[in-house]
Each structure stands twice: as C-alpha cells, then as structure tokens.
C-alpha cells in the first residue's frame, strides 16, 4: 500500500505545482517536472523511482502521444511534410557533428564521440505536446511541423544507431532493423485504413460499458507494443494509433474520455516521475561537463531545427518556437544512453552526466517554447492590427 500513498502525493503535488506555474507564467508541465525533483530521491525523498511507477509513467507518455495523434490536423499534417523533413534532418545534422567534435575534444574515439553526437541529436516530443496544447498550438502550422519532425528524428536516430552499433561490432543486423521498420509502418498504414474502423464499427454496438474508448485504447497499445518490437519508439506507434482514430466517426468521443483518464492519472505520472529519476550524486565533480553539454544540447537542437524551419519558410520566432519543442531529449535520449553504457561505448560517470543533460533538456523545453511563441503570436497581431 506503500506506493498507493505515494501516488496520492504525486497526484496532488503535480496539479498544486501545475498551477502555481500557470500562475507564474510558465507552462503547467514545467512545475511537474521541478515537483518530480522536490519530491524524489534527490530532494526529500517521498516517491521512489520503483518499476510500477515506471510502467505507470510508460502508459502515461503513450496516452499522451496517443492524444496527440487524435488532436492532429490530418490535412495540415499532409501539407507540412516538407517542413517536417527539413525540421527532422537539420535537427539531427546540427547537434550531431557538434556533439562529435565535443567528443574528440573529450578525448573519445571515433566511434565514441560519433555516439555522443547521435545521442545529442535524438528528440521526445512528449514534453512539448503538453505544451503545445497549451498555447493552442496543437492544430497550428507549427504543430504539425513538429510532431512530423519528431518521427523523422526517431527513425532516422534509431537507424544511424544501428549503424554504429554494427561498425562498433556489436552483433546487429543493419538490414534486419530496417526491414522490421518499413514493415511497421507498412502495416500500421494498413492497419490504420483497413483495420481501426473495421475494430471501433464493431466495438460500438457491443453491450457493455463504455466500449468505444475499450476499443480505442486496444487499438493504441496495440500500436505502441508493435511499434516496440520492431525498433519504432512506442510514442510514435501510440501517435500513429491516434492519427487513425483521428479519420473515423468516434474520434471526439475517444478524444474526450482519453483526456479524462490520462490528465487525471496517467500524465501527471509521466511528468512527475522524470523529476523523481534525478539524481545529483557526485554532480559537483563534473558540473563544468554537464553545464557544457548542456548548453551544447540545447544550443545544437534549437538552431539545426529552427534552421530547418526557417528553409521551410516559417518566420524567425515561430522557427525558434520550433526548434525549442525539439530540444528535450527525454526517454529516447535516456534509451540510447542505457544502450552506450551497456555496449561500453560511455562510461558509467558519462552515462550519470548525460542523465543530468538530459533533464536539462526536458526543463527548460517549455518555458523557451512559451516565450518563442508568445512573441511569434505578438508579431503576428502586430500586422494584423497595421
């Protein structure tokens, strides 16, 4: 019963910090994550980073991208896959060969520093979904610019990691994992025009409670454990499932009661728990390391997005706006840094400093994005208003 009183205090510490960072001016997910911290092992010690409030903060960060899938505009989606591709690309190109000159300063190896910089160069959008949902921006150019380019990055990341791994000589099969995506998202295209509608028609008529949103949540687990196996993060299998439920009759109602259970547990989990993984053990050690990637991490993926956005002709904040919402590294970065140490490509103390880097991305991915396009959306009303 232990972890059922710490779930009571997560749940009523991360809506107190929510609010009391809307009222501050910031995005509501910023106080979350600080609240995480506050309550975790590295401050008071409350919560415990446990393997249920992990499966719990996994199904949180599915139905998240899952929402994020449903509230997309299918049609603007279509339209923005050129900025998306340039977004993606220039996101990945930038911290990448940043992050591996800042290896061979480090004194790492090639295939070493190549890691480093591919690590820098992945992205988790889930952090900035929260956000863009609340500043109404969700269903708006940049949106879909974004969640566009987060499944480019992702793919793109997962392969050239495959890549390394095989050069590295680790025991990976380059043309296997590629097979296995191409199959994924075959199938989840097909599952998607043939399968989801086929799945709710049938669910809807069935006589017992609430079936609809049964049937959709199957349908999104079901994408995200796919996505899974075959090497495709289970956030973009998630945010597949939804953009299929997104073209059906049950969209609205699905879109509803799926807000309802997960802001009410499941999110505010995810959120909170990033907060309770933070350790700052031995953090004065290496304090110059970690403030120096970073400011690398952020600097690198702020400017190689909005450099991508800005080709793809948005304007100077919005692309800046951009370029924040892909600065969090969150659960992919941690994935692959889990990966590195297991290959003994980092060492245990680099693996410590990127899990620090890491949240510094997630922390100030909100608040850079609230100012971007809060002045994106002042430009904007300027030259309405003239």
């Known amino acids: 019963m ?27 997910v910023l106080g979350k994550l600080l609240v995480g911290i506050l309550l975790g092992p590295a401050v008071l010690g409350l919560v415990s980073n446990t393997s249920t409030l992990e499966e719990l903060s996994q199904i949180g960060v599915i139905l998240l991208m899952f929402i994020a899938g449903l509230e997309t505009d299918i049609d ?37 520093a190549s890691f480093l910089g591919l690590l820098l160069s992945a992205t988790s959008v889930s952090i900035s979904v929260q956000a863009l949902k609340e500043l109404n921006k969700m269903k708006s150019k940049e949106g879909t610019a974004i969640l566009g380019a987060a499944v480019i990055d992702d793919v793109v990341v997962i392969i050239a990691l ?36 086929l799945i709710l028609t049938k669910f809807a008529p069935l006589k017992v409670t609430e079936s609809v949103i049964s049937g959709g949540l199957i349908i999104c687990f079901l994408f995200a454990y796919m996505a899974e196996l075959t090497g495709v993060a289970a956030i973009i299998g998630a945010y597949i499932a939804g953009l299929a439920i997104n073209i059906t009759k049950f969209k609205h109602e699905i879109l509803k009661k799926t807000e309802t259970i ?48 800005k080709l793809a002709k948005f304007s100077w904040s919005s692309s800046l706006g951009i370029g924040a919402a892909m600065v969090s590294r969150g659960e992919v970065a941690l994935i692959i840094a889990a990966i590195g140490l297991e290959s003994h490509l980092i060492s245990q103390e680099l693996f410590a400093i990127l899990v620090i880097v890491v949240l510094v991305t997630t922390l100030v991915t909100p608040p850079m994005m609230k100012y971007f396009f809060k002045k994106s959306q002042s430009q904007k009303d300027i030259k309405i208003t003239a």
């Open 162 to 197: 495959a890549f390394l791994m095989s050069v590295a000589g680790g025991d990976v099969n380059l043309s296997m994992i590629i097979l296995k995506k191409v199959l994924f998202f075959a199938g989840a295209i097909l599952a998607a025009w043939k399968l989801v509608p």
């Open 262 to 309: 997960s802001y009410s547990l499941f999110v505010p989990v995810f959120f909170t728990s990033i907060g309770v993984k933070a350790s700052f053990e031995g953090i004065s050690q290496h304090l110059s390391t970690i403030i120096g990637l970073s400011i690398l991490a952020i600097l690198t993926k702020l400017i190689g997005a909005a450099a991508g956005a």
């Open 76 to 112: 603007g989606f279509k339209r923005s896959w050129k900025a998306s591709t340039l977004v993606g690309f220039s996101g990945i190109i930038v911290p990448f060969f940043i992050g591996f000159i800042a290896g061979v300063i480090m004194n790492m190896s090639t295939i070493e």
């Open 2 to 28: 232990e972890f059922i009183f710490e779930l009571a205090i997560i749940l009523l510490a991360s809506k107190i910090a929510g609010d009391i960072s809307v009222k501050l001016g910031q995005p509501s």
